[in-house]
């Protein structure tokens, strides 16, 4: 069982990425799925997430209305569309699953991907 996040890269002040997190060996279209990333020197943060059936979805104050966050379940896949980017959005974008307790909080979660890097140029 394994994520596999991907689809970070180098981006200029106000430009757009879309993440991809995706399963592999089981499926977890019945799970929560949450973002979170590290910037260097910072503990790992909340950035959003999504309900099993994609209807609830909930983010950090500093990425809404910028960040998205939607699934696929057909696809065992869940996205993370990041707009109007910014330098501070900079760090290791990281997707998990499976959350034993809040959604925000990343001890609750039980499997996580590898991460993808996010830069963000000014």
């Known amino acids: 069982v394994q994520l596999q996040a991907s689809g970070g890269g180098l981006v200029q002040a106000g430009g757009s990425l879309r993440l991809s997190c995706a399963a592999s060996?089981?499926?977890?279209?019945?799970?929560?799925v949450g973002w979170f990333r590290q910037a260097p020197g910072k503990e790992r943060g909340f950035v959003a997430a999504?309900?099993?059936?994609?209807?609830?979805?909930h983010y950090a104050d500093s990425v809404k209305g910028r960040f998205t966050i939607s699934r696929d379940n057909a696809k065992n896949t869940v996205y993370l569309q990041l707009n109007s980017l910014k330098p501070e959005d900079t760090a290791v974008y990281y997707c998990?699953?499976?959350?034993?307790?809040?959604?925000?909080?990343?001890?609750?979660?039980?499997?996580w991907g590898q991460g993808t890097q996010v830069t963000v140029s000014s």
């Open positions: 998990a699953t499976d959350p034993t307790m809040s959604y925000s909080y990343p001890g609750s979660y039980k499997l």
């Open positions: 060996g089981r499926t977890f279209s019945t799970s929560t």
């Open positions: 999504i309900s099993w059936s994609g209807g609830t979805t």
